[in-house]
């Protein structure tokens, strides 16, 4: 057994918690932390280091880590002011895209993978902090006291446990809670989102389609989409932008037969997805092909009527 002093802690206020009002935040692939958010964990880094450092936990020589979520790594960057390595296991409840890293699937929280690979990386005596998500960390609550815990843990709440590690387990020796204590600050809270009925717009366009289990428009995702299986691209990339614009859809270079990665619905997605983007761009085609419709009728009534005579 290796025993050390692990601090877990719940990451700053993010863009997901920001736009749950909006109702569009899981809708955010992987988001980071707001304005108030990286302010606050600046603001409270020297506060929380000297209170760590009080009772036992080596901060200077710590190892920080966190899950693979930008808005726990941002957390520890600002809060502890090094880059974290990112540990397995340790990740966020719900397969939906704020809980999914960039250009990667959803993993689910494992517990056994994340001590396999944290003992791996440390020896007796160490000390070890590990930003990451309220809900699992909820979840980790009778493991790590021995009784669940009321409420959901705050931003930048956490808990110091001295443990025995293994790579199959660990053994509680003693725990101390840490509620947030930083101060309040008059900061405008913003996510650099330029237009949020656009967003809500597009969220909601894609609800009736499917796409890797994601309610979103399939031309938002990869090129032959329509064809294959698929699972989102990133957003929240490319200049600030959290939705970047529909891709071209060429139609895949595969078809496939697959019930289950059927396109669902009478439209294209990749249609649907190019109209919202170019809609006034469409209209010429449009009217063009409505002509030819009308025009190849008209041709074949007359020909019709040829044959009757």
Request: with cysteine.
């Amino acid at each position: 057994m290796t025993r050390i002093k692990l601090f877990l802690m719940r990451h700053s206020k993010s863009c997901s918690n920001y736009l749950r009002n909006l109702e569009i935040s899981s809708h955010i692939r992987d988001p980071g932390l707001t304005e108030y958010g990286r302010k606050a964990a600046l603001s409270y880094g020297p506060e929380l280091r000297n209170r760590l450092q009080a009772v036992g936990f080596n901060v200077r020589d710590a190892l920080i880590c966190s899950s693979t979520l930008r808005r726990a790594q941002d957390t520890a960057r600002f809060v502890f002011g090094r880059e974290p390595r990112v540990l397995p296991g340790f990740a966020e409840n719900g397969s939906i895209p704020e809980n999914t890293p960039l250009e990667k699937v959803y993993e689910r929280p494992n517990m056994n993978v994340f001590m396999k690979n944290l003992h791996s990386l440390v020896a007796t005596g160490d000390s070890v902090s590990v930003v990451g998500h309220g809900s699992y960390l909820r979840s980790l609550w009778p493991l790590l006291t021995g009784a669940p815990k009321e409420h959901p843990l705050k931003n930048m709440e956490g808990i110091l446990c001295d443990v025995e590690l293994s790579t199959t387990g660990l053994r509680v020796l003693s725990f101390k809670e840490f509620p947030y204590t930083g101060p309040s600050m008059n900061v405008p809270d913003t996510c650099e989102i330029e237009d949020t009925e656009k967003i809500a717009r597009l969220s909601n366009m894609g609800k009736n389609q499917s796409g890797g289990g994601v309610n979103m428009p399939l031309a938002y995702f990869k090129d032959g989409a329509q064809m294959q299986g698929t699972f989102a691209e990133p957003t929240g990339v490319q200049g600030g932008a959290w939705f970047r614009p529909a891709l071209t859809q060429s139609g895949g270079k595969r078809r496939t037969q697959r019930r289950e990665r059927r396109q669902r619905g009478g439209f294209s997605p990749s249609v649907m997805g190019s109209f919202a983007v170019n809609g006034l761009r469409l209209v010429p085609v449009a009217a063009y092909m409505g002509y030819k419709m009308y025009s190849g009728q008209k041709t074949r009534k007359a020909t019709r009527r040829k044959r009757k005579n």
